[in-house]
């Protein structure tokens, strides 16, 4: 059983502060990694994708991959009150079906 | 440019009764995947179709069913509904041919059985 796991918070920061939202999955071959946030009676909307190892910057947004440790992370620099919504990490190895954690619940308080 | 269309948007069904969710993808995709998401849980993959063939399943039975038209639009039928069927369904649009590439969702349509 394929398995993402993401702490599911809540994880408090304040307004201007780094958020940083951890995910690890257990299928070594997995090969592409997504961070998708989901503010509450929303639907996921994709904010982050990385295929390769190191990090990718966007904007106040970068993930960064560890295939050989086997995690994926995101940093929020900068963080808004209106980056308060729960973050899915997305996953898919070998059979190209996606894997989601369960989210980690943000919240920027002023 | 129009983002992926779901109808409808709320949905009250009976224990027993059939449903049918329909789902239009961003104009040029050719790929529409169905997710189940429950309260406190991420999406659940149900099924793929890319060209109108199904390309991707999920874990979930055979009362789940779905197809995808020639202009890329689709339809997840569910049958014999449980009670556990209530959830977000959510329809996701890719340029790619398999689940892995970058996918953009829906509204969803929220469903609840009773």
């Known amino acids: 059983q394929k398995e993402v796991e993401q702490n599911s918070g809540p994880l408090s920061v304040p307004e201007g502060a780094i958020a940083s939202l951890n995910c690890t999955y257990s299928?070594?071959?997995?090969?592409?990694f997504f961070w998708y946030r989901q503010y509450s009676g929303k639907s996921p909307e994709l904010i982050m994708f990385i295929y390769s190892n190191g990090d990718k910057e966007d904007g106040r947004f970068t993930a960064q991959l560890n295939k050989a440790s086997q995690y994926v992370s995101l940093l929020i620099r900068d963080s808004q009150p209106s980056d308060s919504a729960t973050y899915l990490c997305a996953v898919t190895g070998g059979s190209y079906i996606p894997t989601f954690g369960r989210g980690t619940s943000l919240i920027v308080h002023p | 440019d129009a983002g992926v269309t779901q109808s409808p948007t709320h949905l009250i069904k009976t224990r027993g009764q059939h449903v049918t969710l329909r789902c239009s993808p961003i104009s040029g995709h050719k790929s529409v995947s169905w997710y189940q998401q429950v309260l406190g849980q991420g999406p659940q993959f149900i099924f793929q179709?890319?060209?109108?063939?199904?390309?991707g399943r999920g874990n979930f039975p055979d009362r789940f069913s779905a197809r995808q038209f020639p202009n890329y639009s689709s339809e997840l039928n569910v049958n014999a509904l449980l009670l556990g069927d209530s959830a977000l369904y959510l329809c996701?649009?890719?340029?790619?041919?398999?689940?892995?590439?970058?996918?953009?969702f829906g509204p969803g349509t929220r469903l609840t059985v009773t």
């Open positions: 179709y890319y060209e109108k063939e199904e390309r």
């Open positions: 299928d070594r071959g997995s090969q592409s």
């Open positions: 996701a649009s890719s340029s790619g041919r398999v689940p892995s590439y970058e996918q953009y």
